[in-house]
T-cell receptor, first 113, second 114 residues
Framework: DADVTQTPRNRITKTGKRIMLECSQT?????MYWYRQDPGLGLRLIYY???????NKGEISDGYSVSRQAQAKFSLSLESAIPNQTALYFC????????????FGPGTRLLVL | QKEVEQDPGPLSVPEGAIVSLNCTYS??????FMWYRQYSRKGPELLMY????GNKEDGRFTAQVDKSSKYISLFIRDSQPSDSATYLC??????????????FGKGTKLSVIP
């Protein structure tokens, strides 16, 4: 089984809808991250969490919110989706030691119409 | 100047060729350097990491870091069609308390032609 899982894998939604992307991990890591990936822009950090009680904004947090329900679960919400939030979204985890190696989930492909 | 620069390619090579992928950076605080490989429609996966300057070899892959030039490279020997993917460099500063930041290059798309 994959160490980092994301649901759904693909989602089509309409402008103005609220949607939630979910991430679960079995690696036992404390740190979890949400990124979006766009062609030509690379990976950009949306939010990160060092533990259940710690949530921090990343580079591009506007229009997004997160919830850390447990050490293993980190959800990303788009409160009112807009077309420029169409992107590939990745969850990642790390153990916060040394080199800060991050382990990524398979991604959620989101299309906002 | 962006913190990490990476040529996006695409780069197309024949099977068996030696591939050189590179990134330059501007932040002298970076101490850890990583290469991720991302297949189409998949998440990035860690390929190699190195600490500070020097070389690291793993099978057909060699990572090099030259901190004096702020330049890192990934070499792939005897390239295979299965190496076709996007390669992202990533780097972070010394990981003290509270440190988290991993800065990514935009990725180089590689195609190895049989």
């Amino acid at each position: 089984d994959a160490d980092v899982t994301q649901t759904p894998r693909n989602r089509i939604t309409k402008t103005g809808k609220r949607i939630m992307l979910e991430c679960s991990q079995t690696k036992g890591h404390d740190r979890m991250y949400w990124y979006r990936q766009d062609p030509g822009l690379g990976l950009r950090l949306i939010y990160y969490s060092f533990d259940v009680k710690d949530i921090n904004k990343g580079e591009i947090s506007d229009g997004y919110s997160v919830s850390r329900q447990a050490q293993a679960k980190f959800s990303l919400s788009l409160e009112s989706a807009i077309p420029n939030q169409t992107a590939l979204y990745f969850c990642a985890t790390s153990d916060g030691q040394g080199e800060e190696t991050q382990y990524f989930g398979p991604g959620t492909r989101l299309l906002v119409l | 100047q962006k913190e990490v620069e990476q040529d996006p390619g695409p780069l197309s090579v024949p099977e068996g060729a030696i591939v050189s992928l590179n990134c330059t950076y501007s932040n002298s605080a970076f101490q850890y350097f990583m290469w991720y490989r991302q297949y189409s429609r998949k998440g990035p996966e860690l390929l190699m990491y190195t600490y500070s300057s020097g070389n690291k070899e793993d099978g057909r892959f060699t990572a090099q870091v030259d901190k004096s030039s702020k330049y890192i490279s990934l070499f792939i020997r005897d390239s295979q069609p299965s190496d076709s993917a996007t390669y992202l460099c990533a780097m972070s500063p010394y990981s003290g308390a509270g440190s988290y930041q991993l800065t990514f290059g935009k990725g180089t798309k590689l195609s190895v032609i049989p």
